[in-house]
């Protein structure tokens, strides 16, 4: 298990790294206020395929190896999601006619007519892509994936350096996309001769709804502040916190290939299989997190000053503890996982809603007052919450050991994050999280022997 997880784990950090790269190479290129642009244009990027996908990325996670069972399986699900993206496309064209010019500091045409078209060209890629990591076909998901962020990383920086311009982010993410979406068809990895099939709609829609307001809402926890500091401060300050975020989000590349692999063998294992694999995403998230932590301080600290302009340096020392807001967010994927193994996706959506109004409420509170600082807080306080709540309800609503592992993890960095702790002792703590991982995982494996 370990070699396929650092296999998935080097392979999505280098596509996860690649994104990170071009953020840290743009600020040479553009200026902050261009820069806080690619900000807004990336949240939305992020944001609307939660709305356009319906949530059926899921559905291929969860019944793609058993859609035999299910009549016109994939034709349905494309079909349903070319309505979705067209139907944007139509609100797109109406707010246009009717005068509206700009939303969130875009403009209507041409940045968001290009930004759907991306949307919908990288949503498709990843429903093959998720059919891939289904079927195990391991080598072909390392090559697709590698071919498009390498292409995009290319091609965006490319347009950027050439155009000086934030609409090169967008034709170069296109243009990779559409090159990626025709290899895909010609390779036969998508179908298109079955035929819409409405109870097959009705069936799969009623699992997926729920994971279109998990989705959104989640992802608004660390996208919606954006829009909120555009707002109220200026588009100067989204390109500042744009950069910051980008670093010290750096953290969620510690789950985000151990995911990719660990999550379709949670959804197929026995209950006592799938609690030693969420006990070992525990284990090599935190570990590997430990180790991005520890460089993610080396360079706030120590080279940020070498490369990069006063107006990022100025808000270098919100990076750290934006890192350390992610510190409990592993243990909100696994409660998440939990309750998808158990089908219960409308408490997943309903708990999503919740946190993201707390985010959203306090973010309108205190960014006005303290600035960039308080949507850093208010980062800390969502993923807090986040983490609790999921982990509670996933365990059937009792104080069980995750519950109080989540209240001791939190209070233990909310005092690192207080007392300004240096960095050394925060990697520490996390160090020490990783043994006692192993070691439950070791007492699970013993348990499950028997």
Known sequence: MLKRILSYGFIEGVAKGLNKLILLLLPFILGTIDFGKVGLILSIETLLPFITLLGFERVILRFYSQHDEFKNFDRTINIAINIAHFLVLCFLIIAYIYGVRDIFGLYVFPDLFLLLILVYLQGTNLLVLNKLRVQGLHSKYFGARLFLQIGKFLLVFLLVYFTESYIGYLIGGILIAFITNIVFRVTGSTTITQKFDSVTFKNLFA??????????????LGNGDKFIIEKYLTLFEVGQYTFVYSIGSMMVFGFV??????????????????????????????????????????????????FYSNS??????????????????PYYLTANYRMIYDKRTKRIAFLSILTCLLNIGLNFLLIPKFGLYASVLVTFISYVTQALLFTYISVGGR????????????????????????????????GSLVIYFFFTGEKLYKRNAK
């Open 207 to 220: 699992f997926s709804w729920p994971f279109i307001f998990h989705g959104l809402a989640t992802n608004l």
């Open 257 to 306: 290939g151990i995911s990719v692999y660990l999550e379709p063998l949670i959804y197929k294992a026995t209950v006592e299989k799938k609690e030693k694999y969420l006990n070992d995403y525990l284990l090599y998230g935190t570990a590997i997190s430990t180790i991005l932590y520890f460089c993610i301080n080396i360079f706030s600290h120590y080279l940020m000053d070498y």
């Open 312 to 329: 990022y340096r100025d808000v270098a020392y919100l990076i750290p503890l934006i890192a350390i807001s992610f510190v409990v967010y």
């Open 399 to 430: 104080i069980e050991r995750q519950v109080l592992e989540v209240v001791v993890i939190s209070l233990s960095f909310y005092l690192c994050m207080f007392f300004n702790a240096h960095y050394l002792v925060v990697t520490v703590l996390l």
